[in-house]
């Protein structure tokens, strides 16, 4: 019988080194064909991300929505109801940020990009003044005129390659908008019968599965949608109070820019503790082109304000569903960047967060103890999640013959 198992394992591991090496070998190929499917796969994966986000909101509007309601047509309405409350909410909030917030940060990019001149030309004759006579002459000897004749040329023999770009720019564009109408569709397919979803993939893993991993699976999944509905929620509420305080306390210090500076800072604090350090060194930029004495004023501001807000705003607001230390964000926020660009920064505290308290309740449950922080909002371990499974299952059997006897 050993010797039996031995030789299975054995085999296993040679089809796994084959399968290895015909990996390698195609890797080229392979890559392709993934590269096809995620393309072809794209709008459903953004149906479901622009379903979860939703869903946060759908489900607070129905809580609202007649909840004790006896009525059928009000009963039977509440889920689209609650779906259209929702889009016209989430449409209310980007037209809100388009006509407040980007036209603030157009305006910063272009209040930066006028002063840059203004500010090397100062920063020269104050150069020349306390005898740095060489860097004084090469910034104030820049002929800006010719800088911008010569930018002109480039562009006139790169216009070919403009109107390809542009083109190519137009195509992109129109698909993307193509794949976010059709990922919205499947996203409200799905919010609209996702009792109905849950039921069946419920049913098919209870079909082929073991309890023990049917346990384990609803498990991880409450513990990530508890990590990242909290998080997308805290993230945003926070992200307007920073701005709105940034906003507020520099018009009473009288800082110059203060609506775009704010509105700056408020978008880029949705990411995770370098957001708001990176908005705060393009409006410090922007004020020291217009006053260095401010400019300093406004630094010390800001880490008053990001004192304030780490440690009595962030807490409260975000709490401590996150519950992942510090040196952890700031690495998930370095690799999910390196990986996937800002959307890799947003989307790798809450993905470093779930595996963080996977692994410590993990950790605790083999000690035989509960995890060490006593907000802890995950209530059920693997093991007592697998008990309350086969009473859910037999519930769920109740209900049905229930029905098919009426």
Known sequence: MKKKKTDVAVIIYICLAALLILGIKYSDQIAGVALNLWNVAFPLILGVAVAYVINIIMVRVERIYFPKTKNRFVAASRRGVSIVVSLLLVAGIFSLVARLVLPELGKAFAVIGRNVPIFLEEAAAWLEKNNAGNTAD?????????????????????????????????????????????????????????????????????????????????????TANETFSSFIIGQCTEAVILGTLCTIGMLLFRF?????????????????????YLGAAVGAFMILTVDPLKALLFIIFIVVLQQLEGNLIYPRVVGSSIGLPGIWVLAAVTVGGGLGGIGGMLLGVPVAATAYKLIRNDVAGRNGRRPDNPQENIRETPQEAQKKVPR???????RREKQKGR
């Open 392 to 398: 859910e299952a037999a519930a769920s059997v109740g």
């Open 138 to 222: 090469m910034l104030k000897n820049v002929d800006w005129n010719s800088v911008m004749d010569k930018v002109a040329d480039v562009a006139k023999s790169g216009f070919t390659s403009f109107v390809n770009s542009t083109l190519t720019a137009v195509g992109a564009v129109v698909g993307s908008v193509v794949n976010f109408f059709i990922g919205l569709i499947f996203g409200i397919y799905i919010l609209s019968g996702k009792e109905k979803l849950h039921s069946q993939v419920s049913r098919i893993m209870h079909a082929y599965m073991k309890e023990s991993t049917v346990a384990r699976i609803r498990y991880i999944y409450r």
């Open 256 to 276: 110059p820019y203060a609506p775009m500076i704010g509105a700056f800072i408020g978008a880029t604090a949705l990411i995770p503790i370098v957001g708001a």
